[in-house]
C-alpha cells in the first residue's frame, strides 16, 4: 500500500461549517492532488500542486482552496461547507514526469447535512 | 472532446470465471493507459500502465492488452475471486501538458459471488 493518509476518514457537518481535510505522504513526492468522485462517476481533478508554494485549481470548479507549505503535506479546506459539496475526496500523489503512477490515499467522505 | 468510455457498467460473475473488462477512448495525444482497482471506500491503486509500444501486460491475474490504432483497451481477469469485486478504472494520460493531464472512465463494478 501507498504512503499516502487522509483524515477524516468520514465526516458528517452541518450547512455553513468550515472544515480542513488533511493529505500527508511520506514518499517525498513533489506532485499531489485532489479529486472530487460521487458515487459510480469519473474521478474530476479539482486542485494539483507542483511542490510547495505552488496550487493550481484543476478541472472541476470548487468552492474549495488548497495550500502547499510543506512538501509532504496538501490540505484542502471549505469555508462554508453546503449540501453540494456531499462527496467523496481522493487525495493523490505522483513523482517525476507523466509517466509516473499517481498513489491514492484511502478517500474522505463527506456528507453536508 | 477527450473522453474514456468503459463496458460494461457493471458485471456480476461466479468465482473461479474469468472476465473481461472494456475501455475505448478518444484521448489525444496519447501518453499512457493505466488499469485502477478501488476498493468500496478506498482509493484507486494502480494494476498496469501502458504505453504507445506495448499491447499486452500482465500482473498476476490480471492482464491488460492496448489497440493504440482503434484506441481500445480491455482487462482480463482469470479465474476471479471473491476478493477481486470493486470497481475497475481505465484511465488514460495525454502528452498535451507538463501536468500529463489524467482522464478518467467511470469504471466497470465487478461482483464476484461464491
Known amino acids: 500500500e501507498a504512503d499516502i493518509y487522509q483524515t477524516p476518514r468520514y465526516l458528517v457537518i452541518g450547512t455553513g461549517k468550515k472544515i480542513t481535510l488533511e493529505c500527508s505522504q511520506t514518499m517525498g513526492h513533489d506532485k499531489m492532488y485532489w479529486y472530487q468522485q460521487d458515487p459510480g462517476m469519473e474521478l474530476h481533478l479539482i486542485h494539483y500542486?507542483?511542490?510547495?508554494?505552488?496550487?493550481e485549481k484543476g478541472d472541476l470548479s470548487s468552492e474549495s482552496t488548497v495550500s502547499r507549505i510543506r512538501t509532504e503535506h496538501f490540505p484542502l479546506t471549505l469555508e462554508s461547507a453546503r449540501p453540494s459539496h456531499t462527496s467523496q475526496y481522493l487525495c493523490?500523489?505522483?513523482?517525476?514526469?507523466?509517466?509516473?503512477?499517481?498513489?491514492f490515499g484511502p478517500g474522505t467522505r463527506l456528507l453536508v447535512l | 472532446k477527450n473522453q474514456v468510455e468503459q463496458s460494461p457498467q457493471s458485471l456480476i460473475i461466479l468465482e473461479g470465471k474469468n472476465c473481461t473488462l472494456q475501455?475505448?477512448?478518444?484521448?489525444?495525444?496519447?501518453?499512457?493507459l493505466r488499469w485502477y482497482k478501488q476498493d468500496t471506500g478506498r482509493g484507486p491503486v494502480s494494476l498496469t500502465i501502458?504505453?504507445?509500444?506495448?499491447n499486452t501486460k500482465s500482473n498476476g491475474r490480471y492482464t491488460a492488452t492496448l489497440d493504440a490504432d482503434t484506441k481500445q483497451s480491455s482487462l482480463h481477469i482469470t479465474a476471479s475471486q471473491l476478493s477481486d469485486s470493486a470497481s475497475y478504472i481505465c484511465v488514460v494520460s495525454d502528452r498535451g501538458s507538463t501536468l500529463g493531464r489524467l482522464y478518467f472512465g467511470r469504471g466497470t463494478q465487478l461482483t464476484v459471488w461464491p
Open positions: 493523490a500523489s505522483s513523482q517525476g514526469t507523466s509517466q509516473e503512477t499517481q498513489y
Open positions: 500542486s507542483y511542490g510547495v508554494n505552488s496550487t
Open positions: 501502458m504505453t504507445f509500444s506495448e
Open positions: 475501455c475505448n477512448y478518444t484521448v489525444s495525444p496519447f501518453s499512457n
